[in-house]
């Protein structure tokens, strides 16, 4: 069974920065779009940044200019940068990805457990 690994959370200043990451398990055959969402308590999981396999990126307007999403083809592997980080940015965040276990595989949506971000004084 694969399962997507996301590390990188904890607690930060305000103004400050952390970055994540996040893989899969064990080796995959591809992944396709990969992206992060986030859910504080009370509000729903909403869409954080989201990157294509070519590298075509979305963002949130609550995040734009302040958190850059990246990806490693060779690994599987998507990053989220970020910087200028404010109160409102705690919140869980959770990895998500298109993967294809196998060359025969059809893509399946994984999601990761999630990693805490608190962003306090």
């Known amino acids: 069974q694969v399962q997507l690994v996301e590390s990188g959370g904890g607690l930060v200043q305000p103004g400050g920065s952390l970055r994540l990451s996040c893989a899969p398990s064990?080796?995959?055959?591809?992944?396709?779009?990969m992206g992060w969402y986030r859910q504080a308590p009370g509000n729903q999981r909403e869409l954080v940044a989201i990157i294509t396999s070519s590298g075509s990126t979305n963002y949130a307007d609550s995040v734009k200019g302040r958190f850059t999403i990246s990806r490693d083809n060779a690994k599987n592997t998507v990053y989220l940068q970020m910087n200028s980080l404010k109160p409102e940015d705690t919140a869980v965040y959770y990895c998500?990805?298109?993967?294809?276990?196998?060359?025969?595989?059809?893509?399946?949506?994984?999601w990761g457990e999630g990693t805490q971000v608190t962003v306090s004084s």
């Open positions: 998500n990805a298109n993967l294809r276990r196998n060359r025969g595989s059809p893509p399946y949506a994984y």
């Open positions: 064990r080796n995959i055959f591809s992944a396709g779009a």
